[in-house]
């Protein structure tokens, strides 16, 4: 409201800046004219002549030759007294009263955004325990890894935080920085090669492929690895190699092993069964990321519905709708999302701490306003 | 809050602007003088929300608020807070919205300080202002509006181009905006003359401010420029005939001339056509500039905006204004009155040499500009550089400066070449014996360069031989010669100052370029290079961590003749968010000599390249533009009327008409 009593208030003044003059009638206006100017030059002639800087006959010239302007500007002076046209001055005072707001937000409603808070620094950098502390956090990591590189356990912190952030690059030359100042070992070998995957929009490439390898060389358990091996072959299109892979995973796996449900759903699909529907939890919506197109949204939509359904029960779930929305934004459908989050709006609406912890939330899903 | 207030400051600027084109001129038209004063209170009310805007935008630049395009684009929070300042401009759409701004000061300013003006002159010029204004707004709010807004503001912005890290950003496009905008009031006051159809001596008194203005400020921006190019890019070049180097010489060529033209027009109330066909080249050459630079068709450090559709845009303004003024031109010129009358040989008729070969110093300029670029769209890759300037230019100067000290002694009307000639005989003796010694000391170099210095010498030595001419010097006694100085007009002063500025500057461009020494190699640690009798040892190499970047800086010890002088220390500074790097040299002052020393890439063994210049006189070649600049606002405050007092006829001559 305030930015439109800006706006109000300004506009009054441009108005008022064309109306003033308008209101004043004929009074006699100081101006110059061209014979001021001669009878100045003329009295300057004296004054050089007077100083020796010119000679008397010089003078003399110059006087005649200003003369004879001074006479022909005196004629042509115009005669006739200013006028005042009352219809011309209505019109113009119309033209501002009316025109000048009209232009004004013709102009601007298309180009501007009143609605967009400003948001300098100062603010961002209070704004602490958002979304936007994480980036600032990152930031200052960054800032730090830039003034010492070997900080090993900085890159380490760093790499996994920016896989999240979705900036799988960064994050793949964070994890090199980390393997070569903390050492080797499975898993970073296995994050990177998840990093270089995830780089690659899901594909385990030739070169990640190598580092899920080593990291199977260097610990033949780890689970990671033997997740990706196991993917790689499927994407080569070995699907026995790759059901061998996962299944020995299972065997393997500790039973409340949180990936458990990813593995068997990734089994299901290429046929070697015995698979449960996983809840839907924030690793699966992420490893998701890495099927094929067909198979991740056919494995998602069915998730994602039954949580919906769930939250139009019982809407007071904040993490289960923020966990939803995120699931509409992995999916792509930003639509979806936006609908959710009015939903869930809605949902807490009386709840200000519940809201609250909403807002942030979508704010870290970048879907504030 | 910030941000929308100064986006809707600058569109109400254009709504009054669009008024302020409109309603004067109906007032005019009608003999209305409240009709006629909304000009004027509009021109202010502008000026007041451009200023809002301006500052709006600085804010947001200094609060580093991302959540504005141009900000993220431009700046970076950890800038220290004078680029935060200067970057404001440092970018394509901020620089334009300094340019409106100085445009709506300048139209303030005429309509504040513009009593002294025929109220009917006021509403004219001022609506042309406005009319520039216009175009200007919506070119900025349609192709390049700084106050866009990004709905999810990112962390961290992507910093300024770091070339323009520095503190010559600051001072050089101000001034020069100060330069090219100011010519746009000559122009709308010539514009203003050929829609009323009346010109006159007085129309000069009442411009002669406003050119001398810009004319100060655009000869202090190409020199600060000139300056700035020379230590930051590292290769100790200060002029390279670039398209954006030439596109603000070529208004301050016709600058020079519309400057010099008034005069006459002042004075004599001659070469009325001609001032107000400069008046209109010189702005519409300042237009020129500002498409060259922004349309995308050149790139250079200065061309920031390569999109097409502003391209498109400002050449259209092009057309319309320049297309528009020369029409009117043409059909009005013939009905103004024709003016004094003058001999060939006389004050005017030297006045008429200095423009006819500052203009065709001009055309040349413009020819060397523009000629490369048609042939590129041709498909002809070529480029037009220092060879053709040498050949063109540089000789239409010479010329140039030999008749310098002429002209101010010639008397007005009908002159005495002969007796000017005898009275220049001290300072023709002082060249000749310059060039005698020069040639003498060094025997090396070009042939021309101890006549060229000669040249410089003659120039200095007509600005002062006219000085004492006028003061009487060594032929009065020294007490009439004191009150004599005192009472000479100021701006006899000034163009004293300046003609001399032109020589010096010529001295400082001749030695810099004859007698230049380099040193170009690869130094390890204590590593010594003898340059121009300098010696400089590498004392080693260090890195440094600034506010948003990393250096490298290599300590020099300078000595000569085993005697320590001083320390010199070039950096070559890296830049993480725009991953480019800058080469900070190290100069040190000699007198007028400087050494500067710059750093290349470093090797793997610890060796660094290093360029090192001995640069005889070099900063004469700033120190003279500084003293033309000084002579201008010399004759800037001289608020004294000018007469030019003619020589009245002794025997029967044939007078030439003025045009």
Redesign the interface.
């Known amino acids: 409201m305030?930015?439109w009593f800006?706006?109000a208030l300004?506009?009054v003044?441009?108005i008022f800046?064309?109306l003033?003059?308008?209101?004043?009638?004929?009074?006699a206006?100081?101006?110059?004219?061209?014979v001021?100017?001669?009878k100045?030059?003329l009295a300057?002639?004296e004054r050089?002549l007077a100083?020796?800087?010119?000679a008397a006959?010089?003078?003399?010239?110059?006087r005649v030759?200003?003369s004879r302007?001074l006479l022909?500007?005196a004629g042509?002076e115009?005669a006739?007294e200013?006028?005042?046209?009352l219809k011309?001055?209505r019109a113009?005072a119309v033209?501002?009263l009316a025109?000048?707001p009209l232009?004004?937000i013709s102009?601007?409603m298309p180009?501007?955004?009143?609605r967009?808070?400003?948001?300098?620094?100062?603010q961002?950098e209070r704004g602490a325990g958002s979304g936007?502390a994480l980036?600032?956090l990152v930031?200052q990591v960054e800032?730090h890894l830039?003034?010492n590189p070997t900080d090993g356990r900085g890159w380490n912190v760093l790499a996994p935080v920016l896989v999240r952030l979705g900036r799988f690059d960064d994050a793949v030359r964070a994890y090199r920085n980390s393997l070569t100042y903390n050492g080797e070992s499975s898993e970073r070998r296995a994050d990177l090669g998840e990093a270089i995957a995830a780089a690659a929009g899901g594909v385990v490439t030739a070169e990640a492929k190598t580092e899920f390898e080593r990291a199977h060389g260097l610990n033949a358990d780890d689970p990671k690895a033997n997740y990706f091996l196991g993917l790689a072959a499927e994407q080569d299109g070995r699907k026995d190699d790759a059901a061998n892979i996962w299944r020995a995973l299972l065997a393997k796996a500790p039973a409340d092993a949180p990936w458990r449900p990813l593995v068997q759903t990734s089994l299901a699909r290429v046929g070697g069964g015995g698979a449960t529907m996983p809840a839907l939890s924030d690793e699966t919506v992420a490893a998701s990321k890495d099927m094929n197109e067909g198979d991740r949204n056919a494995m998602v939509r069915g998730m994602v519905e039954r949580l919906a359904t769930r939250l139009k029960q019982n809407g007071d779930d904040v993490e289960g709708w923020l966990r939803l929305v995120r699931a509409y934004l992995v999916m792509g459908d930003r639509d979806k999302a936006m609908g959710a989050s009015t939903d869930a709006r809605q949902a807490v609406a009386n709840d200000a701490a519940r809201l609250r912890q909403l807002n942030e939330g979508l704010k870290t899903l970048?879907l504030?306003? | 809050?910030?941000?929308?207030?100064g986006?809707?400051?600058l569109?109400?600027a254009?709504?009054?602007a669009?008024?302020q084109s409109i309603?004067p001129l109906?007032?005019a038209r009608?003999?209305?003088?409240?009709?006629m004063?909304?000009a004027?209170?509009?021109a202010?009310?502008q000026l007041?929300?451009v200023g809002a805007s301006f500052i709006a935008l600085v804010m947001?630049h200094v609060?580093?608020?991302?959540?504005v395009a141009n900000v993220y684009e431009n700046s970076h929070?950890?800038k220290p807070l004078i680029y935060k300042i200067t970057g404001v401009w440092g970018n394509h759409e901020g620089s334009m919205l300094l340019w409106v701004s100085i445009l709506a000061s300048f139209g303030g300013m005429v309509a504040a300080f513009g009593?002294?003006?025929?109220?009917s002159l006021?509403a004219h010029v001022l609506a042309v202002q406005a009319w520039i204004a216009s175009a200007f707004y919506l070119f900025i709010?349609v192709t390049s509006?700084p106050?866009?807004?990004i709905?999810?503001?990112p962390?961290?912005g992507r910093d300024l181009n770091p070339v323009l890290q520095d503190i010559g950003l600051a001072v050089h496009p101000p001034m020069l905006y100060l330069g090219y905008v100011g010519f746009s009031i000559s122009f709308s006051f010539a514009i203003a003359a050929l829609m009323e159809g009346?010109i006159?001596?007085?129309w000069a008194?009442?411009v002669r401010p406003w050119t001398l203005v810009a004319w100060i400020f655009l000869t202090l921006g190409i020199a600060m420029g000139s300056y700035w190019a020379y230590y930051e890019l590292g290769w100790g070049g200060w002029w390279f005939w670039d398209p954006v180097e030439n596109a603000s010489l070529m208004p301050w060529l016709a600058g020079t001339a519309l400057l010099h033209s008034a005069l006459v027009m002042e004075k004599?109330?001659a070469l009325k056509v001609w001032t107000i066909l400069l008046s209109i080249l010189t702005f519409s050459l300042s237009l020129l500039g500002t498409f060259l630079v922004r349309s995308g068709v050149i790139t250079s450090v200065h061309a920031f905006a390569t999109d097409p559709t502003r391209g498109v845009f400002i050449l259209l303004i092009l057309c319309l204004f320049i297309g528009g003024s020369l029409s009117l031109f043409a059909g009005r010129a013939t009905s103004l009155k024709q003016g004094?009358l003058f001999a060939p040989i006389s004050r005017e008729g030297a006045l008429v040499l200095n423009n006819l070969l500052l203009s065709v110093a001009c055309a040349v300029v413009l020819f060397g500009t523009l000629y490369p670029l048609a042939m590129e769209a041709l498909d002809f890759k070529m480029s037009v550089g220092a060879p053709f300037y040498n050949l063109t230019f540089v000789p239409l100067f010479a010329l140039l400066l030999l008749a310098v000290p002429l002209g101010p002694m010639l008397a007005w009307?009908r002159g005495d070449l002969l007796g000017v000639t005898q009275r220049l005989l001290a300072a023709g003796v002082a060249a000749l014996v310059v060039i005698a010694i020069v040639w003498a000391w060094t025997r090396g170099g070009s042939a021309l360069a101890p006549l060229a210095i000669g040249l410089g010498v003659f120039v200095i030595g007509g600005a002062m031989t006219d000085l004492s001419e006028?003061t009487g010097l060594f032929r009065l006694p020294f007490a009439?010669t004191l009150?004599?100085a005192r009472?000479?007009?100021r701006s006899a002063w000034g163009a004293a100052f300046a003609h001399a500025g032109l020589g010096i500057a010529l001295i400082g461009i001749v030695c810099e370029t004859t007698w230049n020494s380099e040193y170009i190699a690869t130094m390890k640690q204590n590593d010594v290079a003898h340059v121009a009798g300098y010696d400089l040892k590498l004392d080693g190499l260090s890195q440094r961590?600034g506010p948003n970047f990393?250096e490298m800086i290599a300590e020099f010890n300078v000595s000569r003749d085993g005697e320590k002088i001083s320390v010199m220390t070039p950096s070559k500074r890296n830049f993480?968010t725009r991953g480019s790097s800058t080469t900070e040299a190290a100069l040190l002052t000699r007198g007028a000599s400087q050494l500067y020393v710059s750093l290349g890439d470093a090797t793997a063994d610890g060796a660094i390249a290093v360029r090192i210049y001995h640069k005889p006189l070099v900063l004469l070649i700033w120190w003279g533009p500084v003293l033309m600049a000084f002579g201008g606002m010399l004759s800037l405050s001289d608020r004294?009327?000018?007469?030019?007092?003619?020589?009245?006829a002794r025997a029967k001559q044939r007078l030439q008409p003025a045009e």
Do not use: C
């Not at chain 1, 003033?20 to 009074?27: E, F, K, V």
């Not at chain 1, 180009?111 to 009143?114: A, D």
């Open positions: 305030t930015l800006v706006f300004m506009t003044a441009a800046a064309v003033l003059p308008l209101g004043r009638s004929g009074r206006q100081n101006q110059g004219s061209e001021a100017v001669y100045d030059q300057e002639i050089d100083a020796g800087l010119i006959p010089e003078a003399e010239a110059a030759e200003i302007r022909a500007a042509s115009p006739s200013p006028t005042s046209s011309w001055r113009a033209l501002a025109g000048l232009i004004a102009v601007y180009l501007g955004s009143p967009l808070q400003d948001f300098p620094l100062a961002r936007m980036e600032n930031v800032q830039e003034k970048g504030d306003g | 809050m910030i941000a929308e207030s986006h809707y400051a569109v109400l254009l709504g009054l669009l008024i309603v109906i007032g009608l003999r209305d003088a409240a009709l004063n909304v004027r209170s509009a202010l009310a007041l929300f947001l609060n580093s608020d991302f959540s929070s950890m009593n002294n003006l025929p109220l006021r709010l509006n106050f866009l807004r709905a999810n503001p962390i961290e009346r006159d001596a007085a008194r009442w004599r109330n004094g009307k006028r009439t009150h004599r009472g000479l007009p961590q990393r993480t004294r009327l000018r007469v030019g007092a003619p020589k009245p």
